[in-house]
Each structure stands twice: as C-alpha cells, then as structure tokens.
C-alpha cells in the first residue's frame, strides 16, 4: 500500500525535520540516531509528516543531514520497534502508527462532529455560517440549479455567474476585474495547490513571510520547494494598541537580491496568523523589488474582508494587484472565511492567460468545483454581502475584546498586539512552548494551535494562534480552561516533559 502514498525527498524531510524541536534536556543527552527517531516520531503524531509517507533512503537521508548511515539505519530500526514505520523489501519504508494508536492530532484540522461537545477547538479558524442569508441563498441557489442541470455539470474556469460576482467585488475593492481574469477553484487551497503545481518546480526557491500560513508552508515543503523566511519587522508583545507588524522592506529586498525565488507568498491584508494590515506603500516597494528579481508574487487574500478593527470611515489599501503595472502578480480569494468554509469555494486572480493554463492543467486532478456550491456563493456575495459582511465582523470584534479581556486576567504574563482585523490573535506565551501547550490540552479537551506550525524553520516555539471563533459570552471560560492547561504544562517544564515518552504522546 505505501506505493500509493506522497514520498517525501531528502530535502524535504530534512526541512520537515529542522521544525520538530524535542524537549531540550532530553536532546541534549540522547544519542543521533535516537534524536532523529524521537523528530520523526513527533512529526508523525502531530500529523506534519502523513501516516504512510514513504520516507527517503538510508544513504540519500543521511546524505542530505549529514549523518552517518549507520545513524539513520539504527533511527529506522528504532521507528520500526515503536511502530512507526514499516519497510518491505524493494518497496521502501513508510511512516505508520503503532497497533491500536489514535490517529494524529492536529490542532490545524477540524474536530469532527462527534466530539465537538467534549473538545474546545483553539485550532481552527473557521466561523459559523452567517444565517438567515446562508439559508436564504441556498433556497434561491436550488431554484436555479436546473437551469445548469441540462449539461455536464463541469466548469473548468467556474460557473460564468460567480465569476462575474468575484470580478465585480474586486472592482468594488479598487481593482478593475473581468470575469476572463478569474478561476473558481475548490477552495482557497486548491487554488495555492493548483498555482504550486504550475509556477514552483521541486527545488524552486520561494519567499515566505515569518510567521505565514501553517497549511500553505506545509504543503510547499511537501512538494520540495525551498522556503526562505522573512521575518516582519516589529513584534507581537503589547497589549491593545501596540506596536503592529509590518513588513521588513530592506530584508525582503536582501532575500529577493540573494535567492532570486520563483515566488514570493504573502499575506498582506489580515495576515494568518498576526492579523497585521500591510499599508499601500510597502506594498508597492515589495513589488518593485520582486519585479526586479523577477519573482511572481502570489498574494493570499483569504481574510482580506476581515477588517474588523478599522473604522468605517477608514479606507483599506487596495489589492495588490492593483499597484501592478506588469502581470506579476497572482492572488487567491475565499468564501470560507467571510461566509462559510463548507462551501469550499475560493478562485485565482491573474492574467487572462495563466487562467486559461491553470484552468487546464486543474482537468487532471479536478474537473471543477460543485455547482450548487458556486451558485449559493454568488447569491451571497451579491445584494446580502454588506450585511453579512457587518453581522461576521461584528461576531469577530466582540470575541476579539473578549479575549483581550480574558488574557489580561488570567494570563498576565502572555502578551499580544490587538491587530486591526483578521480571524485570530496571535499570542506570546511568555517563554513557555507552544508545542507543550498543545500536547497539555489534548488530554485536557482543548486543541492549541502551536506558533511553530507557521514558522518555516521551527521558529515561533513560544507563541500561539488563538482563533476568533468562540462566541463573546463563552470567551471567559474558554480561557479559564486554556489557563489550566498552561498550569499543567508549566508543572512538566517550561520545555514540554523531559521523558521522552511523554514528550511524543499526543
């Protein structure tokens, strides 16, 4: 069964590998081999590395870490004892889980319905469906389903009435779109996923933002793109009213001189997971720099309707792709966060052409996105928008000061810079593991989502991303319950468990 399964190359791994950080004082007195089993076990459990991954060759992995063979052979052996990998001879070696384990945890996927009564989901960062007008839509959206049901059902590019509804909110937004520039993909991540295959080889260099979206990371390692993180230029300490982020313009300039990447990943309006706002300016001088390096700057626009800290009055920057004078630039839309995520509904923006190429290159994977779903986005972002754009910011503004309200209470000692909007908060943990807290709550019934999952190089250890996803009134409990968790992963270390086996269950 492993031929079936994604096969991660030595270089992948070893970037995989460089992010799972053990327990400190354990590290430092176990042997190679040993480290390197315990990094691939945690990889295995928190879900980073898929159960039934097939794992490189001794030689080619221990090439790529510069290690003895005899290290990774012993690592492997080690695995295989615990369960967690298997090898049969000429098929290679894949990851498992031992007899009778739980699946992986991963704060980042949804809890599923049957224990969403037990478990307090801090992972996810999805809302509820905005109703009356979800229902609404859909009761309008099955009564012109028959008029699509005479044909074959399937639109490469997306059903012509969505993507004039896209267009039409682009050019609201400030930036002049026809419905020929637009591709209605599965979901925002189908869209990153279908760009990936089409601009970045294996290999390829791509600049990410320091912290960036933990999927979009996950999934450019996984097809053996090289990340290049840029960190901002200003911390997350503070409370309401701190110091913001913001892009470090004289870094992005070095890395963009230096790599030279193929692309360059952004999130410049309500960055996941900081919320932080990139203004017009810096927009323009991080386009200019990647026009000069010749990168295309793919621009995530997921939560850009999400600005529920800016007054009214206040205008937004407009899209990136407005201040671009020569094609450079992609970007990727969504419903799931303003309207719902069950709709899986997102597209690409780009240029006539490269819509016509992706739209090709999609028909061997995905013929097209379900046709019902298209025609109740389109219903919601027509005459409903403004309103169930107020009643979702409205929901996210008042759990956002909740939460300011709650941390400041009972966790003085966290801290984090209220952001001007965006689908979480994105909290320093005042020197306690993100990865502990999130091996604490599990057992507890809570799911965490540790910083280092939106590091590309396992930085972030002590932070945390809180989604803006309770309800107001139940933020006060959720925190309380967060907070005892906190006081169990204290009492194992401020490091995570010194015992191995404790450190690796999840």
Do not use: C
């Not at 229902?135 to 993507?163: D, I, K």
């Not at 999130?438 to 965490?448: F, L, Y």
């Amino acid at each position: 069964m492993a031929d079936w399964h994604t096969t991660v190359t030595p270089p992948a791994l070893a970037r995989l590998l460089a992010t799972a950080r053990l327990p400190e004082p354990a590290t430092a007195r176990r042997p190679a081999y040993r480290t390197l089993a315990g990094q691939i076990r945690l990889l295995v459990t928190e879900g980073r590395l898929p159960v039934g991954a097939r794992l490189p060759a001794e030689r080619e992995l221990a090439s790529a870490l510069d290690l003895s063979r005899t290290t990774v052979a012993t690592a492997y052996e080690t695995l295989r004892g615990d369960g967690y990998l298997r090898s049969r001879r000429g098929a290679g070696s894949w990851t498992s889980l031992p007899e009778g384990a739980p699946p992986p945890s991963d704060a980042l996927h949804p809890v599923p319905p049957d224990e969403q009564g037990r478990i307090l989901d801090l992972g996810v960062a999805a809302l509820p469906a905005p109703q009356p007008w979800l229902g609404l839509a859909a009761a309008r959206a099955v009564e012109l389903l028959p008029h699509y049901a005479a044909g074959h059902g399937h639109y490469p590019t997306g059903v012509p009435v969505l993507r004039e509804a896209v267009a039409r909110r682009y050019t609201e937004r400030g930036l002049p779109t026809t419905p020929d520039q637009i591709l209605v993909t599965t979901g925002a991540m189908g869209g990153l996923h279908l760009i990936q295959r089409v601009l970045v080889g294996r290999g390829d260099r791509v600049a990410v933002e320091a912290p960036s979206y933990a999927h979009t990371l996950q999934a450019l390692r996984l097809t053996g793109a090289r990340l290049v993180p840029v960190p901002y230029a200003a911390s997350w300490h503070g409370r309401a009213g701190g110091a913001q982020p913001h892009w470090d313009l004289e870094e992005w300039q070095r890395v963009l001189r230096g790599a030279a990447p193929k692309v360059s990943y952004v999130i410049p309006d309500f960055h996941n997971p900081t919320g932080a706002l990139v203004d017009e300016e810096q927009r323009r001088r991080l386009l200019a720099a990647a026009r000069a390096a010749g990168s295309v700057v793919l621009v995530d626009e997921t939560t850009a309707e999400l600005g529920w800290g800016v007054p009214e009055s206040t205008p937004l920057p407009r899209p990136m792709a407005a201040l671009d004078r020569s094609a450079q630039v992609v970007s990727v839309g969504s419903a799931g966060k303003l309207l719902w995520g069950g709709l899986r509904i997102g597209w690409v923006r780009a240029a006539p052409a490269l819509v016509r190429r992706l739209a090709s290159e999609r028909v061997y994977s995905d013929v097209g996105t379900p046709v019902l779903d298209q025609l109740i986005a389109a219903e919601l972002l027509g005459e409903p928008l403004p309103a169930v754009r107020a009643h979702q910011l409205d929901r996210m503004r008042a759990t956002a000061h909740a939460f300011a309200a709650a941390l400041s209470e009972q966790l003085p000692d966290w801290s984090f810079a209220l952001p001007p909007g965006g689908l979480s908060l994105w909290v320093s943990t005042g020197g306690l593991s993100g990865a502990a807290l999130a091996r604490a709550g599990e057992p507890a019934g809570v799911r965490i989502a540790a910083g280092n999952r939106f590091g590309s190089d396992g930085a972030f250890e002590y932070h945390i991303r809180i989604p803006l996803t309770v309800p107001a009134a139940a933020v006060p409990a959720a925190v309380e319950r967060l907070a005892e968790v906190a006081a169990r992963a204290t009492a194992g270390g401020r490091f995570g468990p010194a015992d191995e086996g404790q450190a690796l269950a999840v």
